[in-house]
């Protein structure tokens, strides 16, 4: 069965530095884009970038780039969502989801809270 | 970036009812690289549709979609009681970008 789980509810406060983690389970993890997914309260649906953990290539949507930072440790099957210097603006669900190659996410993990506040 | 347009914003229904939701793109592109999501309160996404009318694994027929070019619908045959929920489509050839969102309430 494939799963994703992901790292639980994080209280940080601006300024802070987080990582969250996505791990992945019952399939081959380095044959599948992750892709990680922001949903602020009470909003949309927003792409902030995709890893292929075979090899590392990592693309970020344009808006997202230098203020997050997607990683993966293959050998232990998990992506990684990260940021240096947390704002509230980053509050918020953070979802990852597996990508078959050039198909939509098929796969969803249940979601990280991250709630910025002072 | 592509920019999806779903409308309406909100569709208020009955169960029994039929259900149609519109995702317009600010640009043309090929159907084969359009989705609908379908969320739940309290859940992550669950693909419904790939290639604009292909029914994920599971999907009950009731779900339908279709359309090419720039318009996009997504069609629920008769509406259950647990089909309230909010639907996004999303482009996926070009990038990835989603739609704001249509919930369906009753």
């Known amino acids: 069965e494939v799963q994703l789980v992901q790292s639980g509810a994080e209280v940080k406060k601006p300024g802070e530095s987080l990582k969250i983690s996505c791990k992945g389970s019952g399939y081959t993890f380095t044959n599948y884009w992750i892709g990680w997914v922001r949903q602020m309260p009470g909003k949309g649906l927003e792409w902030m970038g995709i890893i292929y953990p075979g090899d590392s290539d990592t693309r970020y949507r344009p808006s997202f780039q230098g203020q997050v930072t997607i990683s993966a440790d293959k050998s232990i099957s998990t992506a990684y969502l990260q940021w240096s210097s947390l704002k509230a603006s980053d509050t918020g669900m953070y979802y990852c989801?597996?990508?078959?190659?050039?198909?939509?996410?098929?796969?969803w993990g249940q979601g990280t809270l991250v709630t910025v506040s002072s | 970036e592509i920019v999806l347009t779903q409308s309406p914003g909100t569709l208020s229904l009955s169960p029994g009812e039929r259900a149609t939701l519109s995702c317009r793109a600010s640009q043309s592109f090929s159907s084969t690289y359009l989705a609908w999501y379908q969320q739940k309160r309290g859940q992550p996404p669950r693909l419904l549709i790939s290639?604009?009318?292909s029914r994920a694994t599971g999907i009950p027929d009731r779900f339908s979609g279709s359309g090419s070019g720039t318009d996009f619908t997504l069609t629920i045959s008769r509406l259950e009681p647990e089909d309230f929920a909010v639907y996004y489509c999303q482009q996926y050839g070009s990038s990835l970008t989603f739609g704001g969102g249509t919930k369906v309430e009753i």
């Open positions: 989801a597996r990508r078959p190659g050039n198909q939509p996410f098929d796969y």
């Open positions: 290639g604009a009318s």
